[in-house]
C-alpha cells in the first residue's frame, strides 16, 4: 500500500519566518504535486514538479522534488498571513501513473 | 470557460436512499476522477477514467458506481447511501498535456442520516 506522508501536520508560524513542509511517499513515482486549500473551499494546483531535481517557485513557495530519496519539500519563505490554507502535496505511482495518493495535508496559519 | 462544475453543492440522504453527483468539464480533458475528502484524511481516490469509455477502481470504491457518460461528463452513484459515505466529494479533470495539472470542481457536501 502507498503511504504518503506529510511534516508536519499543523503548523503555526509568525510572519516573516522562514519554514518548510516536507512530503515523503513510499513508492517509485518520477512526478509530485503540491496544492493548496482555503477552509472549506476547494483545491488549488501550486506547482507540477516533473522530474528528479525538479524545483519551482512562486512568489514565497518553493517546492523542490527528490525522486531518489522519495521526497518533496515546500519551503515558505517571509511567511505572510495570505499564506494560511492547508497544503497537500500528492503522488501517481509510476506504473501506471494515473492513481492519484495524497498526503493528510499540513495546516499552516501565520500569525501576524 | 466554467472549467469543472459538480451538482449538487450540498444533499442530505437518509440511510439507504440512492443518489448521483454530477460533474462536467468543459476543458477537453481525457482524465476524470472522483475523490472523497474526510477530516484527517487527505482526499482519497474512489474511480478514476483515464479516457472517455474507461473507468478504474481507486483506494475506496466500495458503495460506489461511476459512468463516463462522454469526455465531459463523469457522473457517481450511490447506490445505497450509509452514514460512512458522509464527506466531501471533489471531482477533478487532468490536462495531461498541458503541464499535468488536475483541476479540482468546487465539492458536493453530502450527509447521510
Known amino acids: 500500500e502507498l503511504k504518503v506522508e506529510q511534516n508536519p501536520l499543523f503548523l503555526s508560524m509568525q510572519e516573516g519566518k522562514n519554514y518548510t513542509i516536507y512530503c515523503n511517499y513510499s513508492?517509485?513515482?518520477?512526478?509530485l504535486y503540491w496544492y493548496r486549500q482555503d477552509p472549506g473551499k476547494s483545491l488549488e494546483s501550486l506547482f507540477v514538479?516533473?522530474?528528479?531535481?525538479a524545483v519551482k517557485q512562486e512568489g514565497r513557495l518553493m517546492a523542490s522534488l527528490d525522486t531518489k530519496a522519495r521526497l518533496s519539500t515546500l519551503h515558505i519563505t517571509a511567511a505572510v498571513h495570505d499564506l494560511s490554507a492547508t497544503y497537500f502535496c500528492?503522488?501517481?505511482?509510476?506504473?501506471?501513473?494515473?492513481?492519484?495518493?495524497f498526503g493528510t495535508g499540513t495546516s499552516l496559519t501565520v500569525i501576524p | 470557460n466554467a472549467g469543472v462544475t459538480q451538482t449538487p453543492k450540498f444533499q442530505v440522504l437518509k440511510t439507504g436512499q440512492s443518489m448521483t453527483l454530477q460533474c462536467a468539464q468543459d476543458?477537453?480533458?481525457?482524465?476524470m476522477y472522483w475523490y472523497r475528502q474526510d477530516p484527517g484524511m487527505g482526499l482519497r481516490l474512489i474511480y478514476y477514467?483515464?479516457?472517455?469509455?474507461?473507468?478504474d477502481k481507486g483506494e475506496v470504491p466500495n458503495g460506489y458506481n461511476v459512468s463516463r457518460l462522454n469526455k465531459r461528463e463523469f457522473s457517481l452513484r450511490l447506490e445505497s447511501a450509509a452514514p460512512s459515505q458522509t464527506s466531501v466529494y471533489f471531482c477533478?479533470?487532468?490536462?495531461?498535456?498541458?503541464?499535468?495539472?488536475?483541476?479540482f470542481g468546487p465539492g458536493t457536501r453530502l450527509t447521510v442520516l
Open positions: 476543458m477537453n480533458h481525457n482524465s
Open positions: 477514467s483515464a479516457s472517455e469509455g474507461t473507468t
Open positions: 500528492a503522488v501517481p505511482p509510476s506504473n501506471p501513473g494515473n492513481q492519484f495518493y
Open positions: 514538479l516533473l522530474s528528479n531535481g
Open positions: 513508492t517509485t513515482s518520477d512526478r
Open positions: 477533478a479533470s487532468r490536462d495531461y498535456l498541458g503541464g499535468d495539472t488536475q483541476y
